[in-house]
């Protein structure tokens, strides 16, 4: 089994940034790609982006430019650094990891519990 732990939530001004961590226990041997989703009030969950061991990353659209996934393999931990938040990026935030090898065909097998993220305006 994989543990996933996030921290680094909160509630920030829009045009601010956080940091989200997560960390990773358990039998990891297996996993290849990690990656941040998340999930507004009354939408589906969606990707955020994804970070394979070998750093190649992934990310949505709506994030390119502004999110910045990172991974240290060392410590099996991913970060994702969010700047220029919008209300609109408020949502829980989840951890995830998987067998994937490739960021883009990233599916998660493995979820933490999520961390809340607000953005006031």
């Known amino acids: 089994q994989v543990q996933l732990v996030e921290s680094g939530g909160g509630l920030v001004q829009a045009g601010g940034s956080l940091r989200l961590s997560c960390a990773a226990s358990g039998v990891l041997f297996s996993i290849r790609t990690m990656g941040w989703y998340r999930q507004a009030p009354g939408k589906q969950r969606e990707l955020v982006a994804s970070?394979?061991?070998?750093?190649?990353?992934n990310y949505a659209d709506f994030v390119k430019s502004r999110f910045t996934i990172s991974r240290d393999n060392a410590k099996n931990t991913v970060y994702l650094q969010m700047n220029s938040l919008k209300p609109e990026d408020t949502a829980v935030y989840y951890c995830a990891a998987g067998r994937t090898l490739t960021a883009h065909t990233f599916t998660p097998t493995f979820w933490g519990q999520g961390t809340q993220v607000t953005v006031s305006s």
């Open positions: 970070i394979t061991g070998g750093q190649r990353t």
